[in-house]
């Protein structure tokens, strides 16, 4: 067959990439065209995404993209979730875009967790993060009720960028499910849950399942011809959707990035008091099938305490370095509490770090190899209780865990996962969230028949590395 390019715009909460795929039909390569920066910014007190910077390091991505490939088939777009873009019926901003990090929603999530949650829950399936979308649009309206006459509709980040790209207005679903306004056991918007939170049902379309054609790229010169394909909106739907996982379902799978995102595929929520105790966050593919996962902070805390020392490591080679000297460093003697709230978002990492330690017994690290011990560690630990309750909960046990995303390639991380759940870990050097983005897109395009036929490929050219529990 002659060769398929697809380019998926992939966006990060600390970077973005433009990386085009291209499709044999026996195997997939990919290139990165573009890379740029990415994070909010402070301003009056509160947190805020630079949209305009981003549109336009997405638009020279694609530019290059199309240098580089004349004969470019198509493009789709995923994104970090929960954050959203209010704006009126012609797609102009109406509101500013706040970061997840802001605090702006933390007395409302307070004053959820002490009356409502048991129902939204019931309704949604997604637990009480201070993030969600339905506390984020709550504050909104409660601080400025004229939003409600000025916007039309809601799109989340990956929505946005497709309407700019395509003029199309869809909420695609995956990026939809991890709102907490989803009826968890439906495809459309919960409208208990709507009303709860006294949000408008019309700022929303019903969700749009993924792959689909959206339409030719008309938002950006230079790109005629070129398709744009609605993929997985979220980030990590497509990097689940990534993983080379066995047919049986024996597999778990975790997106090792700024969060830690281990869960699974299935055919139906877990709800229920343990469930709901457990933070249990029944998320969604594109297609509709339910991809329970807990999350818990991730890479986020050595990406934020590492610029607090002269000795931080500036290129691959010097990351390796201190992975390895992390690994022989002392054993920790106690773990950090990663639901801690104050790790979340604080000025100085490694002072958070320290008051904890020191507020539940522990001793600070030394230097930066300690600390990334510490981490690293400690976020394996978080790992194998998220594999507890899983198989507690669906009453069923997992044989391996597939690690994708920038821990991957972590190695003393990938073997503390190992250690502290008991399953062999196996690490895949692979492009998670884009290549799940590329795969979405050639089922659209009708180069490959479904995602089974895609993966079933993939599994043939990956090669793992493998940690045996110690």
Known sequence: MKPVRCAAVDLGATSGRVIVGTWSGAGLELDEVHRFT???????????????????????????????????????????????????????????????????????????????????????????????????????????????????????????????????????????????????????????????????????????????????????????????????????????????????????????????????????????????????????????RYRPLKSCLGLWLLERIVPEFSSRPQTPAAWRRLIAAAALARAPGRLLDLSDSSLFNPQSMRAAIDRQLRGRGGRPPGDLAAYTRLICASLGRGHADAVGVFERLAGRSFRRILVVGGGSQNRLLCQATADASGLPVSSFSLEGTAVGNIAAQLVALGAVADHASFRSVLCRELKAAEYSPR
């Open 38 to 288: 990415n994070g909010f910014r402070p301003m009056a007190g509160h947190e805020y995404w630079e949209l305009p910077r981003l549109w336009g390091e997405v638009c020279a991505g694609l530019a290059k993209a199309r240098r580089r490939y004349p004969r470019l088939a198509s493009v789709g777009v995923d994104a970090w979730a929960v954050d959203h873009v209010l704006v009126n019926d012609r797609g102009r901003p109406v509101f500013p875009v706040h970061a997840y990090r802001d605090t702006r929603t933390a007395a409302a999530s307070r004053a959820l967790a002490r009356r409502g949650i048991g129902k939204v829950y019931a309704l949604t399936g997604v637990p009480n993060y201070p993030y969600n979308t339905s506390l984020q649009l709550q504050e909104t309206l409660r601080a400025c009720p004229a939003v409600a006459k000025a916007a039309s509709r809601c799109l989340f980040i990956p929505d946005y960028f497709n309407f700019l790209l395509s003029g199309r207005m869809e909420n695609e679903f995956s990026i939809a499910s991890h709102s907490q306004l989803v009826d968890v056991h439906g495809t459309d918007w919960s409208r208990g849950a709507l009303d709860f939170f006294g949000i408008p049902r019309s700022w929303f379309a019903k969700p749009a399942l993924s792959p689909r054609r959206l339409g030719p790229v008309t938002g950006v010169p230079g790109l005629r011809g070129v398709l744009c394909v609605l993929a997985p909106g979220h980030d990590t739907a497509c990097a689940f959707a990534a993983m080379p996982a066995a047919a049986d379902g024996s597999d778990l799978y975790l997106s090792s990035g700024t969060w830690s995102l281990l869960g699974f595929e299935g055919t139906a929520p877990l709800l229920g008091p343990g469930a709901l105790r457990a933070r249990v966050s029944n998320e969604r593919m594109g297609d509709g």
